[in-house]
């Protein structure tokens, strides 16, 4: 279930003994052990334990088998749990059938299948949230504060933060507190406020080119350079970049696959999946082709890195 759905039936009293919390956005995932732990747990020194990823079947089956001491329940965490299916089997009979008094909430980044085939595991979902529930959140949390901001510059906010919850709100905090009491979050303030990393501006730069806004896609790397991004960091971001585009553009992996292979996150795989198919294949390896050319020219002091990549910027343009 989404993150919204676990959290709507906590809500209405709808309950599991074992939460399996998995996905890239941290932000969710400490979320929601915040929620259980407020909602469960007393005397936390007492009724909370949080075990090593690599504990043994005896410390695990201790903790979880603990009963509370004035407490509703008694709490077991543990962070990046993969078990091994040696490990789920001696455990097996707990996650058929878990004790009533305890919770094990168990916080993963990465999917952790034999786990979820025991229907007592509730798996809640906490990989990057869609554009709209983003808007939502962020225009939320300004009208809580007391301010107001239009959906279009909350979305803005959520793009430039690469739709990273623990950032965005990080961002929207410091938004409120520039524009001051019942003010107004508008663009400009965004544009002003929130910094864009390296890699939305590559991202950014990329989308221009795929809709023909080449003034753009140039201004962009103007702003780069002007925050102290050198010629030849930008070739080898942008060289790095339309590779994994490439890559993505022609490999019939899934999003968890490309993730592993690129050792990136899975939200940034599904860009990269939805910008590539703005290109043509041929266009993509030609690009890719360029750079690398440029890369290798830089490199070895055949060329100098700022003439290089302009003309190889252009050429990706006029060829796409």
């Not at 990989?127 to 007391?146: F, H, M, P």
């Not at 080898?236 to 585009?245: E, G, I, K, M, P």
Request: proline share 2%.
């Amino acid at each position: 279930m989404k993150y919204t759905e676990f959290k709507n039936e906590l809500e209405n009293g709808k309950t599991f003994s074992i939460y399996l919390f998995e996905g890239e956005d941290a932000f969710f995932r400490e979320r929601g052990f915040e929620l259980l732990k407020n909602k469960f747990v007393s005397e936390i020194e007492l009724n909370l334990t949080t075990l090593a990823s690599d504990c043994s079947y005896e410390e695990f089956l201790s903790s979880v088998g603990s009963y509370p001491f004035m407490s509703e329940r008694r709490m077991t965490v543990l962070k990046e749990f993969y078990p091994k299916q040696d490990f789920v089997k001696n455990i097996k009979e707990y996650l058929s059938n878990p004790f009533d008094f305890s919770l094990l909430v168990i916080l993963n980044e990465k999917p952790c299948e034999p786990l979820k085939k025991f229907d007592t595991v509730c798996t809640v979902d906490c990989g990057r949230a869609d554009s709209a529930l983003l808007v939502r959140w962020i225009k939320g949390e300004c009208l809580n504060s007391g301010f107001q901001i239009q959906a279009e510059t909350a979305k803005i906010l959520a793009d430039y933060c690469l739709s990273d919850m623990t950032r965005i709100e990080t961002e929207t905090k410091k938004l409120c507190a520039y524009v001051g009491d019942g003010g107004v979050i508008n663009i400009q303030d965004v544009d002003q406020m929130v910094a864009r990393d390296s890699e939305y501006k590559i991202y950014e730069m990329t989308d221009y080119i795929s809709k023909r806004k080449f003034d753009m896609a140039l201004t962009v790397i103007k702003e780069m350079m002007s925050k102290g991004e050198t010629p030849q960091r930008i070739l080898t971001a942008v060289y790095n970049y339309f590779r994994r585009l490439l890559h993505a553009s022609i490999s019939d992996f899934d999003l968890i696959e490309l993730s592993n292979a690129f050792g990136i996150k899975e939200y940034a795989c599904k860009k990269l999946k939805e910008q590539s198919s703005k290109f043509k294949k041929r266009s993509l390896k030609s690009a890719v082709d360029a750079l690398t050319d440029a890369d290798y020219k830089v490199k070895s002091g055949q060329a100098d890195a700022d003439e290089k990549m302009w003309l190889t910027l252009f050429k990706i343009m006029i060829e796409n």
